[in-house]
């Protein structure tokens, strides 16, 4: 509940994070696609955490070359979007 709180609050404020806290602050509640990352960094953060979308993707593979394959895609793909 408060990191859904939290998210909304911020995404409905117009100050950054660096106006709340001076710490480090990482996003990472459902986020698997790259325009999801990058509008996390537009809010201010400063990390994106895609774990459960990296393991749900190599779960879904049908090899380990083929889920290998998927993750540098998803993760260019991610890196892209946020540079």
Known sequence: HWHWHW???W????SSTS??????IAVGFG??????????KDWGAEGVIVGSALVKLLG???STAEGLKN???K????KKAIQ
């Open 7 to 9: 998210h909304w609050h």
């Open 11 to 14: 995404h409905c404020s117009s």
């Open 19 to 24: 106006d709340a806290t001076s710490k480090s």
């Open 31 to 40: 986020v698997s696609k790259p325009e999801q990352a990058k509008q996390i």
């Open 60 to 62: 879904e593979s049908g």
């Open 71 to 73: 993750l540098r895609e």
């Open 75 to 78: 993760t260019r793909a991610l």
